[in-house]
């Protein structure tokens, strides 16, 4: 299952993470729910594959731990989804589509 691209209209900003959003629901440590909004992980795919954070760029993603989540305990975290460039790459690496940017949605500054 890939993230899901209208997010904005399905879910609701339940917290602030690391200076980005995160849409909810959250329920620790099971359910995550998407951190960010310009740049959206859902956390809830990510497998922690690394290859978003090894090959943006610009370093938009660090990673944060996730301990007891299911699909992994590192998440790669948009945490400077801000200095984005919008080149995609991060979209067409991930290997579960846990990511989605958007130029046209903006994030906290
Ligand atoms: S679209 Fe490019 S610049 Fe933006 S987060 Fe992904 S890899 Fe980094």
Request: aromatic share 4%; with cysteine; glycine share 8%.
């Amino acid at each position: 299952m890939a993230i899901d691209p209208q997010f904005e209209e399905s879910r609701e900003v339940v917290e602030e993470h690391n200076g980005h959003d995160v849409w909810g629901p959250v329920e620790e440590p099971d359910e995550l729910g998407i951190h960010g909004t310009h740049v959206a992980v859902d956390f809830d795919i990510c497998l922690g594959d690394g290859a978003c954070l090894e090959d943006c760029p610009v370093d938009v993603f660090e990673w944060v731990d996730t301990p007891g989540h299911p699909e992994s305990e590192i998440k790669a975290d948009p945490a400077n989804e801000s200095q984005c460039i919008d080149c995609m790459l991060c979209v067409d690496i991930c290997p579960v589509d846990a990511i989605d940017v958007d130029p046209g949605r903006t994030g906290r500054k």
